[in-house]
């Protein structure tokens, strides 16, 4: 047996980079909360050969000081919490201060930012973890971020990675639940040169839907919303297809907690409860359903790119989500159809 001996930082960054940075897609989804988080109304996504050979993301929001710009790589920096006391709000929204650096660890990184107020910008390179100098930039404000050659230092994950068609379609996916959650927000995403989202700020969500799904969801949809929130803190809010726009499948089924895409089978199957008698066996409803959970109540963190989240009372939801549904069915005068007994 050898001896115990600590593994070199660079392996050590590798490690957990491969943690929170699993695909390429899970570095899209990190790079566009942070835009979205620094206030950004307008997002332009680039990438090649499924994000492989390169990921650019543009946005419009609130830049960074370029005396920040150094530690924006750092492990366990960030800019969005100050306390121990803010830690469930690192949980719930994913603030670990860990993308950037993950990102940097593994890939060949140029960071550009400019902040409205200074007359010019900055940029700074981060390749496989070594940082470089902060160099001007004459940028316009907002930030933009190039990440070339993911995992190129990490040749045992790379073999990981599925078919460029297969990356860009997860790809597709988060910018597809970021748009339905950011209503608000102009979304660009582009593969190999050629346009696959331009997706314009929307008045509100169901603008958002017609959009994605067509008019025809959007006109079979009602609005539901189980008050404020209740004694454990739960709410429920978002909107039901008419039994008529019933589908096939279950893909026009959205969950979100605390504005974060999920999916969760026993959720989903009750908000087939919700539908008992009214649609028939085999049939889907379609359903976006936005919860708020309080943060304890929640791990959404099992795992960074999961789309799986634990809750500590899922009884307490299934029901939330049960009779949310039905009470609000029954204010329509809808015709039961057809089901099977149990
Ligand atoms: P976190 O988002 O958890 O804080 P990140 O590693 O994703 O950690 O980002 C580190 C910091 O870099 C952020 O806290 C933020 O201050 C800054 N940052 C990253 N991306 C942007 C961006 N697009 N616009 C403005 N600031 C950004
Ligand atoms: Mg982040």
């Known amino acids: 047996m050898g001896r115990i001996e600590l593994l070199p930082p660079d392996v050590v960054t590798k490690i957990a980079a491969g943690e929170v940075i699993e695909r390429p897609a899970s570095a899209v989804k990190e790079l566009v909360e942070n835009s979205i988080d620094a206030g950004a109304t307008r997002i332009d996504i680039d990438l090649e050969q499924g994000g492989t050979e390169l990921i650019r993301v543009v946005d419009n929001g609130h830049g960074i000081h370029a005396a920040d ?8 920096a960030t800019s969005k919490l100050r306390s121990a006391d803010d830690l469930f709000r690192i949980l719930t929204k994913g603030f670990r201060g860990e993308a950037l650096a993950s990102i940097g660890g593994v890939a060949k990184v ?5 902040r409205a107020e200074e007359p010019a910008g900055a940029e700074i390179k981060c390749d496989g973890g070594i940082v470089g100098d902060v160099r001007p930039w004459g940028g316009s404000p907002g930030t933009r971020i190039e990440v070339r050659h993911l995992f190129y230092s ?24 970021l748009a339905l959650s950011h209503p608000g927000l102009h979304i660009v995403l582009r593969h190999n040169g050629k346009l696959v989202y331009d997706i314009p ?8 839907v017609a959009l994605f799904f067509g008019g025809n969801v959007r006109d079979g949809l009602y609005h539901v919303d189980s008050g404020p929130a209740d004694d454990n803190g739960l709410r429920l809010q978002g909107w039901i297809g008419d039994p008529a726009i019933d589908r096939g499948n279950a893909k026009l089924q959205y969950l979100f907690v605390n504005g974060r895409w999920f999916r969760d089978r026993s959720l989903s199957y009750a908000i087939q409860e919700g539908y008992r008698n009214l649609i028939m066996t085999g049939r889907h409803p379609v359903a976006f359903l936005f919860l708020t959970v309080p943060p304890d109540q929640v791990d959404v963190n099992a795992h960074p790119t999961k789309a799986e989240v634990r809750f500590r009372e899922n009884s307490l939801l299934f029901s939330l989500i049960r009779a949310t549904i039905k009470n609000r069915l029954l204010k329509e005068n ?5 089901t099977v007994a149990e």
């Open 69 to 76: 710009l150094p530690l924006a790589f750092a492990a366990h």
């Open 110 to 114: 140029t960071l550009q930012s400019r």
């Open 154 to 177: 990490v040749p045992a994950r790379k073999k990981f990675l599925k078919s460029a068609a297969t990356e860009i379609g997860r790809t597709t996916d988060i910018v597809e639940w």
């Open 201 to 208: 700020a929307s008045a509100s969500f169901t603008d958002r």
């Open 334 to 338: 809808l015709v039961p159809r057809l």
